[in-house]
């Protein structure tokens, strides 16, 4: 990756605009904060039955979740 595609890449992530293609890693550097979102509000990552692993998706981990990908990433971009 370039320097522009990761100011780009930055600039997004400061926005708050997280995809769901985004990985949970990505999205827990930018803002780690969202720990305490996705553990609060869905119960996501506290213990080995709802652990995620960090190169995964929004996407997948709401999938294997059975959240609704969109619900988790609203949630997860609002706080932001």
Do not use: W, Y
């Not at 992530?13 to 293609?21: D, E, M, N, P």
């Not at 959240?67 to 609203?74: D, G, N, T, V």
Request: glycine share 8%.
């Amino acid at each position: 990756m370039n320097k522009t595609n990761d100011a780009q890449k930055n600039d997004t992530q400061k926005q708050g605009i997280f995809t769901a293609k985004t990985t949970m890693l990505e999205a827990l550097t930018a803002a780690p904060q969202l720990g305490m979102v996705l553990m609060r509000d869905f119960h996501l990552g506290g213990c080995h039955h709802c652990g995620f692993n960090p190169n995964d998706t929004i996407e997948q981990v709401a999938t294997q979740n059975g959240i609704p990908a969109e619900r988790l990433l609203e949630a997860i971009n609002r706080s932001v």
